[in-house]
């Protein structure tokens, strides 16, 4: 019964190669986000998605690729993969203000990608 | 723009002492305030929120209290246990940003016995 799920949850490749990170939220929320936690805790912001459609895009490299299928659905695909990209990803989600409750995140437990 | 600024660690305290973690915030419009917790291993988890000024959020002994004149909302406990060794983050969220979360840095609590 995990609200925000995301597989896998640990993924070590080497350079070069391509991944997907998946997430599902069960929640119904309207807002889904991949945010980027590096080895200092820091957390970055990469992508939100608001009912499929794509309404946050940080400075990222387009190495980085998210997809919506649906709206409890974001995945993260990552194109040639570089050393800088070893972080843990989270997905999150959350209900647009306005619809429900304050908007607060909701996490996943991270993917810990260490690129080798 | 948008952001939060919140203390640097990391802390560390003798179980039973007293904590405060300062956070301070700048915003364009009216934020909702939060207080994450991220235990390790783990994904980060809402600890306690405050919608509007003077709002006091709190949660399993933690309390912060929403202060528009100081642009503040500084996390405090009476008396830290060893079980709440954990990174805390600060965060603000304005709903005319498209929900736009802004974390602070984030700052990591050591307890020990």
């Known amino acids: 019964d995990t609200a925000v799920s995301q597989t896998p949850k640990y993924l070590v490749t080497q350079m070069g190669n391509d991944k997907s990170i998946k997430c599902e939220q069960n929640l119904g929320h309207d807002t889904m986000y991949w945010y980027k936690q590096d080895s200092k805790k820091f957390l970055k912001i990469m992508f939100s998605?608001?009912?499929?459609?794509?309404?946050i895009n940080e400075t990222v490299p387009n190495r980085f690729s998210p997809k919506s299928p649906d709206k409890a659905h974001l995945n993260l695909h990552i194109n040639s993969l570089e050393l800088g990209d070893s972080a843990v990803y989270f997905c999150?989600?959350?209900?647009?203000?306005?619809?429900?409750?304050?908007?607060?995140?909701?996490f996943g437990e991270g993917s810990r990608l260490t690129v080798l | 723009g948008d952001s939060v600024t919140q203390m640097e660690g990391p802390v560390t305290l003798s179980e039973e002492a007293f904590l405060t973690i300062n956070c301070t915030y700048t915003a364009t419009g009216y934020p909702s305030l939060f207080w994450y917790v991220q235990y390790p291993g783990e994904g980060l988890q809402l600890l306690l929120k405050?919608?509007?000024?003077?709002d006091k959020g709190s949660n399993k002994g933690f309390e912060a209290t929403y202060r528009k004149e100081t642009t503040s909302f500084h996390l405090e406990k009476g008396s830290v246990q060893v079980s709440d060794s954990a990174v805390y983050f600060c965060?603000?969220?304005?709903?005319?940003?498209?929900?736009?979360?802004?974390f602070g840095t984030g700052t990591s609590l050591t307890v020990i016995p």
């Open positions: 998605y608001n009912n499929k459609e794509l309404i």
């Open positions: 405050a919608t509007k000024a003077d």
């Open positions: 999150a989600s959350s209900p647009f203000p306005g619809t429900a409750g304050t908007g607060e995140l909701f």
């Open positions: 965060a603000l969220s304005v709903s005319n940003t498209g929900n736009q979360f802004y």
